[in-house]
């Protein structure tokens, strides 16, 4: 299994609604990630966890909160958000690169969030 | 600082080779990707190369690397349609988990 999943494929919400986006890998990757996307634009950092650790939070505002239950899944909670926060959420998750692997991103197909 | 830097269009014709060039400034990068992103679609790796080696071919994939110039390219021999994508150059170091993107190069087939 290599596949990095991500639920729901869209999500339409209000400013005052509270919601969460999923991710779940299989693959026994020891860390994940939350990349924003804007249309036209790269991928932005937004989280990372290590061993089940945030290890890397890039100033999001705390209107998203990352959590990592298990070392298989990661959880976006969204919370207050603002309409310029419409975007694709990309979850990746990656091998340890200090066993000699390459450290390459595996993608979900993302989530894409329109607010209101 | 790390900043990776792409053009963001190209136009080749169908049958043709494409190259798509990146730079890069962090000298500290250990691995360095490029990956295909089709029309609301996540990111596919397409391919890498170790920070020590100049050219990695897969394919009609060739990447080569001039490290010296901290420039990378991506060779697409025998362009097809299915090719048209963005793709994004990205590296990593060894300091942190973080990989940086640049801004993607939109490859466009033409007939």
């Known amino acids: 299994d290599t596949e990095v999943t991500q639920t729901p494929k869209h999500l339409v919400m209000g400013m005052t609604n509270k919601k969460s986006l999923k991710c779940e890998q299989h693959?026994?990757?020891?860390?994940m990630y939350w990349y924003k996307q804007k249309a036209k634009k790269p991928p932005e950092l937004m989280f990372v966890?290590?061993?089940?650790?945030?290890?890397i939070n890039e100033s999001v505002p705390s209107r998203f909160s990352p959590e990592c239950p298990n070392s298989s899944l990661l959880n976006l909670h969204l919370h207050a958000l603002q309409p310029e926060d419409s975007a694709l959420y990309l979850c990746?998750?990656?091998?340890?690169?200090?066993?000699?692997?390459?450290?390459?991103?595996?993608f979900g197909e993302g989530s894409r969030l329109t607010v209101l | 600082g790390e900043d990776v830097e792409q053009s963001l269009f190209l136009s080749v014709r169908e049958g043709d080779s494409s190259v798509i060039n990146c730079t890069y400034t962090?000298?500290?990068?250990?691995?360095l990707y490029w990956y295909k992103q089709e029309p609301g679609a996540g990111l596919q790796l397409l391919t890498y190369i170790f920070s020590n080696m100049d050219m990695k071919q897969d394919q009609r994939l060739t990447v080569l690397l001039n490290k010296k110039d901290k420039h990378l390219s991506l060779r697409i021999a025998d362009t097809q349609t299915g090719d048209s994508a963005i793709y994004f150059c990205a590296e990593s170091t060894s300091r942190d988990d973080k990989i940086i993107f640049g801004k993607g190069t939109r490859l466009h087939i033409l007939p």
């Open positions: 962090d000298s500290s990068s250990t691995y």
């Open positions: 966890y290590s061993y089940e650790k945030l290890s």
């Open positions: 693959m026994g990757h020891r860390a």
């Open positions: 990746a998750s990656s091998q340890d690169r200090e066993r000699g692997t390459t450290g390459e991103l595996f």
